[in-house]
């Protein structure tokens, strides 16, 4: 009989496996020894989560309790979705069946979110199928969903849809760029629906990093084959004279010609910094940054202000900047394609001497996951190595909670198999799986060994015993 520990919220109890089924042992009354709760007749039992857990029978899941007791029933639902912080259970016959929100014993759950009633009226006033509408909030009045490939938006206080288009997009807390869906032309309606900015523009963009802001009120837009700014009311601030512009970003913006030689403008339409740079990209620190091409290198120039130079040594061919998320760091690659890290300065931080950062876009734990002759370690910033170059894969596993802290974990590979190092680059679980993946739910990892799965935890302590049946197919594992 194979048989897991406890883990979660309950005291004592194990998950044990005979003949392929899984059963339920454990002490709910206090008991010396554990005593058998269920027969071996699921064929999944997840661990426990606020005193119950999610059973699978066959083709249908339940839910018990700590005595082994079908709270929920394993014969009728064949989905089953948890929102464990609110304290109820989405289940359905199917996935798009007949849909039902539950208790953990098996009564109806009144959401309190507005969600369900406003569906049903969106239903009936778009004549729209009801179980294919998927509500986002984005005021307290104003909903939007997509349907038939069409972006709906829907105004509860007028209780009315005040737009269907090809797309839209919510910016500044009260307007939407909207792409007309007959003509593919953008324009620009405030929350009640009334138009701002005629649907005459090729293209209205908006700042990639900020979605939902624009600032100075200046809008890059795209009309003729022509690029220029206009407000949210379609007037004209900056002529429409350029090939492609950005956003503006601390009073500033960068334009560039049909060449594609690039300069920047402030926001009265100034050029303060003429159109002859390869590219330029303004950092969230205020510090711009201009590269220059020359040949297979490239040279940047940083200032503050317009008029104030740095220049960067040109031993290095190209520049990543924003690299950990970090507006003060520079990743470097040489001639012979080696790379390394530099303050925004040009002080080394971490010599150019590997052949790649590898899967991440931050420090974290002030470790930084590097490659050299072809394989992967870890560095911190003082060039010092925390995990040896050993592995074939390396990625950070984030957020993984310890009490109330939270902690970064590094997944390792080695052959096609993986394993677990902690915060303090020791081996928590070894390379010894064919796949791992984590689950923030239960704080565990779902690992597999000859296509059989399990659950264990942050020691390699089995969870939930190995199985033949999918144990992460359902989305409660994000």
Known sequence: MQTAKCLGD?????????????GLAGTPNGEKEQVILTQPKYSIIYPFVKGYAIVKAGDFY???????????????YKYINPNWKEGYYFVSDNHFGDEHYLDAENNYFYRTEPFESIKR???????????????????????????????YVYNKQLNKIILRAGKARFVNGDKIIFKDEYTNKEGIIDLNGRI?????YDELFYCADKEDFISDNLIEARKDGKSGYIDFYGNVKIPFIYYHCGTFQNGYAWVCDKDYKCGLIDKYGNVVEP????SIEILSNGNIIFIDNNG??????????????????????????????NPNYVGVKTNERKSGVTYIDGRVMLPAIYDDFAFF????????????????????????????????????IEEIKRGDSSYVYYKVGINGLYGVYDNNFRECIPVMYSSLKYSKSYKCFVVEVKEDKAMIDLNNNIVVPFTSNNLDTHDFYN
Request: proline letters at 2%; one cysteine or more.
């Open 10 to 22: 309950m005291e004592n109890y194990s998950i044990y496996m005979l003949n392929g089924k899984m």
């Open 361 to 396: 876009q931050e420090i974290c734990n002030n470790g930084v996951i590097v490659a050299k002759k072809g394989k992967y370690g870890v560095v911190d910033l003082n060039n010092k190595e925390l995990l040896p170059f050993m592995f074939d894969y390396i990625d950070t």
């Open 62 to 76: 339940g839910v018990i309790n700590k005595y082994g007791v079908e709270t929920i029933p394993a014969n009728r």
């Open 196 to 200: 701002l900015a005629s649907a005459t």
């Open 121 to 151: 009226t969106v239903a009936m006033i778009g004549n729209i199928d009801y179980q294919r509408i998927f509500l986002h909030q984005r005021t307290n009045d104003v909903f939007s969903f997509s349907y038939n490939n069409k972006v």
């Open 275 to 278: 159109l002859i740079h390869d």
């Open 296 to 325: 297979n290198k490239e040279k940047y120039y940083l200032k503050d202000k317009p008029r104030d130079f740095v220049t960067q040594d040109w031993k290095h061919i190209s520049f990543r900047f924003n690299i950990f998320n």
